[in-house]
Every structure is written in C-alpha cells, then in structure tokens.
C-alpha cells in the first residue's frame, strides 16, 4: 500500500485524452446544467467563443478521477479545490490533464496539488490547486 512518504514535491501525473461531446452530455444530465453554450451549436455559435465550449465542471471532474484512482490514489480525500478557467476547451479537443505535488504536510496528512489542463499545444486552459488528506 502506498504511503503519503513515498511521494515527493515535483512528482506528477498526466493523462491525455479527447473531450467528447457525449461526456458533455452525461455530464449535463448528472450536473442538471443544460446551459445552451455547451450543448446548442447553434446558440453557441453566437457567443464570444463562436461554437459549443465543454463545461468547466466536466474538466474539473477529470481532476477528481485522477487524485482518487490514480494519484496519489486511493486514500486521497478532497479538502479544497481553486479552480481558474483560463481559456474555453471544445468538443474534440485533445487535451492534458496534469496533477503535479506542490507540497506535502507529512505531520498532518496532507498534500497540495497544482491541478492544469493544457491543450495538445500545451497553451493552459484550467489551472489550480487542490489540497487533499492522504489517509
């Protein structure tokens, strides 16, 4: 079983993947947010990003599956979670979800986390910091 001392400031995790207009979907019905610039091509198309944008929420989830799978894995709890929307990301965009350790509290179990989605040119489009206890 991995323990909060086998990880270090620096280490990182990151999965690539495309963002389907069907997760969209899924997750408009799970949030109940049928906000018609993620879902309405044509609406979307006559706002300032000129076609459907994925909801913020939906790239913040990724981070939420990452921190309690994968890394640091089971044992993560979410205390906190900032989140900056720097630039939208669209339906078929490829994107990097990246969760890099900024510190660790060894005394009291916690783990501060840089929480970034870049896009296949690695321009930033979300940014944050999350802070988990590590049981």
Known sequence: MVEIKDFYVGQFYEKNFVVSEEAGMEFAKISEDYNPIHLNSEAASKSRFGKKIVHGMLIGSYFSGIIGNKFPGAGSVYI???????????YGSEVTIRVEISDINLERKRIGLKTQCFDKDRSLLVDGNAKILFE
Do not use: D, L, N
């Open 80 to 90: 906190s979670q900032e989140i900056f929307f720097k630039r939208p990301v669209y």
